[in-house]
């Protein structure tokens, strides 16, 4: 809205019973601006009609743009809600976080899960250095299909204590039917979802982690 000097000063006197609490001009505020600025008008010299068109014009401009803003506003959040429940459609499938890497520190203990799709007659988990030798073997047992946690102490096969560094996890075992499968881990199956302030978490093995972690669902 253009603002002259009968503005300017109609203004001072809107604003003259104290400060604007919301410290902006709102679409009301100003058609009370432009209301006083009627009413305080010198008779002598009256507000041009045009200009009055005009700011009512910018008024209504104003209000559009503020419905249009509110709308959009109302479809973002609704469209961001139905995402979110929309993911529970992937409840029952395997999510793939992208790695299966461990971080191991010298002198702890490394537990780590690792997801069966088939019941395991007998198997080993491997684990391996970033150059692919491996480091450990780990028994698997005899188990229904699941996820299972394990724990290395840290020793490799000649029974040392590893460095500290990134090491790689993965399975190969035989199933019930007698084939050959493998695994690794970071692929288990969602089992939950949960939506907590405005985030999306999943549940996979034991713990929740963000949906935008996971880098593939199948």
Do not use: C
């Amino acid at each position: 809205m253009a603002i002259n000097a009968t503005t300017s000063s109609t203004l001072a006197a809107v604003t003259a019973g104290g400060t604007n609490p919301k410290s902006k001009l709102g679409k009301d505020d100003f058609m009370k601006l432009l209301m006083v600025q009627l009413q305080y008008q010198d008779p002598t010299k009256p507000t041009d009609t045009q200009a009055i068109l005009t700011q009512t014009s910018q008024l209504a401009s104003l209000e559009s743009s503020n419905n249009t803003n509110a709308a959009l506003e109302k479809l973002s959040k609704s469209l961001s809600t139905s995402q979110q429940f929309s993911t529970i459609a992937a409840i029952g499938k395997t999510a793939d976080l992208g790695s299966d890497a461990i971080s191991y520190n010298k002198g702890t203990d490394s537990k780590f899960e690792v997801y069966f799709p088939k019941a395991v007659d007998n198997g080993t988990i491997s684990i391996t250095d970033v150059n692919g030798n491996t480091v450990k073997t780990l028994d698997v047992g005899t188990n229904p299909a699941g996820v299972y946690q394990f724990k290395w102490d840290g020793k490799n096969s000649s029974g040392q204590q590893a460095n500290s560094a990134v090491y790689h996890v993965n399975a190969k075992y035989t199933d019930s039917d007698g084939n050959a499968q493998q695994t690794r881990l970071g692929a288990y199956p969602i089992e939950a979802v949960r939506f907590d302030k405005g985030d999306t978490l999943v549940k996979v093995g034991s713990s929740y982690v963000p949906l935008k972690n996971i880098k593939e669902v199948y």
